[in-house]
């Protein structure tokens, strides 16, 4: 993800990196979304982000994330025109 981040810097400002351990269970993620969808990286949405469809959202105790690469790409590619993941 860092390789998008930084050929993006557009996207950097909307977000907190918060960075758990490779251990798991990952007890951050697994409180807010569950002990299935502690994969890294997920990227939670705050309640004002933009929503956009076909971009593999999920919703897990009122929170909306995005819980791999691919979708996480795709879902950049919506918000600042960044370009599609390979294969989407």
């Known amino acids: 993800m860092w390789g998008i981040i930084n050929y993006f810097p557009i996207i950097r400002p909307s977000l907190e ?3 758990v351990s490779i251990d798991k ?3 951050k993620l697994v409180d807010m979304i ?3 969808n502690q994969n890294c990286p997920t990227l939670i949405l705050n ?3 933009p929503i956009y469809e ?3 959202l999920l919703s897990v105790n009122e929170y ?3 819980n ?3 979708d996480i790409g795709l ?3 919506h918000r600042f025109k960044t370009s599609y993941p390979r294969g989407a």
């Open 47 to 49: 309640d004002k982000s």
């Open 25 to 27: 269970p990952r007890k």
């Open 54 to 56: 076909n971009c593999g």
């Open 64 to 66: 909306n994330f995005f």
């Open 75 to 77: 879902y950049y590619s």
């Open 68 to 70: 791999n690469v691919r």
């Open 34 to 36: 569950g002990h299935e």
């Open 17 to 19: 990196i918060i960075y």
